[in-house]
């Protein structure tokens, strides 16, 4: 019998109104943001579901996305859907991190706001992001070392879909080379800064000192982490993963192929969009991959315990 996968979207895919009909039905779901909202002192509720821009800064966009994913999963765990493996795209990984039994949400809300401050407070001016389409991430790897100027790989999405992130001018001439190389696309991402690049290692720092005051527990589900595309042994890696993780490059097709490889036949994507069902499906046909962002959604998980 295959493995059910949950796993967690990073930011990006969030909109006013997200998981809104998960929290006018289920209380358990409910309870999240307000538990968001108390330890991240901020009105989630507010920022989820009534029109504002804030909801696209990255300090308050990354706990109104948390909030929303961890609504949805508490409305799957009553529902008693169960995980066999969990991971999550970069943001998303604090996602499974709930789902493992790793970290309290409570905690999750906590370390979560920091997070977005840290990296939005971190982001130098000067920073670009662009995502590179049809060309293998080798091909990638090697023009990126080759190009004058901090620019490496942020994103391994799926095949054909790798994203690049460092200082915007060697961003511009990696892409021009890149096309030379033979790119189908470069696109250029609406991003307040170079995620996932060394150049974000003030925020990690930053966070690495948060984590001091948060207590981890036992692993109970297996998850992935977003920096070694496998699965985290003891808890006494965890902190140290989360600190590199907003310096180093995702993951992510390398998470998917190695939960695929462990018998997981089925992914369920828990949050707003389906961005990762998209990549799950670009990466395998052969196994299945279903997103759960509004409540009628989950009539999808009939048959999955």
């Known amino acids: ?82 995980a066999d493996v969990t991971a999550g795209l970069s943001l998303g990984e604090y996602g499974a991190l709930a789902v493992s039994g790793v970290m309290g949400p409570a905690d999750i809300f906590r370390v979560v706001r920091k997070r977005g401050i840290y990296m939005q407070e971190a982001a130098p001016t000067g920073g670009a992001m662009t995502a590179v389409l049809g060309l293998d991430a080798l091909t990638i790897e090697r023009v990126c070392g080759e190009t004058e100027g901090e620019v490496t790989v942020a994103n391994y999405n799926c095949p054909g879909q790798t994203v690049i992130t460092g200082e915007t001018a060697a961003v511009a001439k990696a892409a021009e080379a890149l096309m030379a190389a033979g790119a189908k696309r470069c696109v250029p991402l609406k991003v307040s800064g170079p995620f996932h690049s060394p150049m974000l290692s003030e925020a990690g720092r930053r966070l690495g000192i948060a984590l001091e005051d948060v207590t981890l527990q036992e692993i109970r589900v297996p998850y992935l982490s977003n920096v070694t595309a496998d699965y985290v042994k003891e808890t006494a890696q965890v902190k140290g993963l989360l600190v590199r993780q ?9 998470s998917v192929e190695r939960m695929i490889a462990d018998g ?14 998209g990549f799950v499906r670009k990466i395998n046909r052969e196994v299945k991959a279903i997103n759960i962002e509004k409540a009628a959604d989950l009539a999808k998980l009939e048959g999955i315990s």
Do not use: H
Request: negative net charge.
């Open 1 to 82: 019998m295959g493995k059910t996968a949950f796993i967690f979207p990073g930011q990006g895919s969030q909109y006013v109104g997200m998981a809104k009909d998960f929290y006018d039905t289920c209380a358990e779901s409910r309870e999240m943001f307000q538990l968001a909202g108390k330890e991240g002192g901020v009105d989630v509720e507010a920022l989820c579901f009534e029109e504002n821009e804030d909801i696209n800064i990255t300090e308050y966009t990354q706990i109104a996305m948390m909030a929303a994913e961890l609504a949805i999963w508490k409305a799957m765990e009553k529902a008693g859907i169960r």
């Open 246 to 254: 907003i310096s180093s490059s995702v993951k992510w097709q390398q």
């Open 264 to 277: 997981v036949d089925t992914f369920v994507e828990i949050g707003p969009g389906r961005t990762l069902t």
